[in-house]
């Protein structure tokens, strides 16, 4: 070993590769939007559309989030097969990241597939 050089212990970065989110995406119907618009204690400006905030290719209904009214968190859950559609009060799953990591996960309670804090939202 020269001069300079350390003992070769290395980092292994044990972070997982953060998955893809679901690009399932719906406008909202005028009577949904009404409906969202109405409720009291909103935490959030209404958007025009429902993302779906699953992970890729999850199994089952689409989920996306509507508003967050006071403690309420209302979600469109929609699939197409078999055709359906509807506001749900689904909560969230508040399920906590290792330490250090990012917020709790913010997906409805009883979702499928990864947390929130595992998947990539940024694109
Ligand atoms: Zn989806
Ligand atoms: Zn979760």
């Known amino acids: 070993m020269g001069p300079g050089e350390v003992g070769g212990e290395q980092m292994l970065t ?34 025009d559309a429902a993302w779906c905030e699953l992970e890729a290719d999850h199994p089952g209904p689409h989920y996306g989030l509507g508003q967050i009214s006071a403690t309420t968190w209302w979600w469109l ?10 506001l749900v009060d689904a909560g969230f799953c508040g399920q906590r990241p290792p330490p250090h990591g990012p917020g709790d996960c913010t997906l409805p309670a009883a979702h499928v597939g990864r947390h929130s804090y595992e998947l990539d939202s940024t694109e």
């Not at 972070?15 to 909103?42: F, N």
């Open 14 to 47: 044990s972070a997982p590769a953060l998955t893809a989110t679901c690009s399932g995406c719906q406008r909202w119907t005028p009577a949904e939007a009404a409906l969202l618009a109405a409720l009291p204690d909103p935490a959030e400006p209404l958007e």
């Open 77 to 86: 859950r929609w699939s197409s097969d078999p055709p359906r559609r509807e």
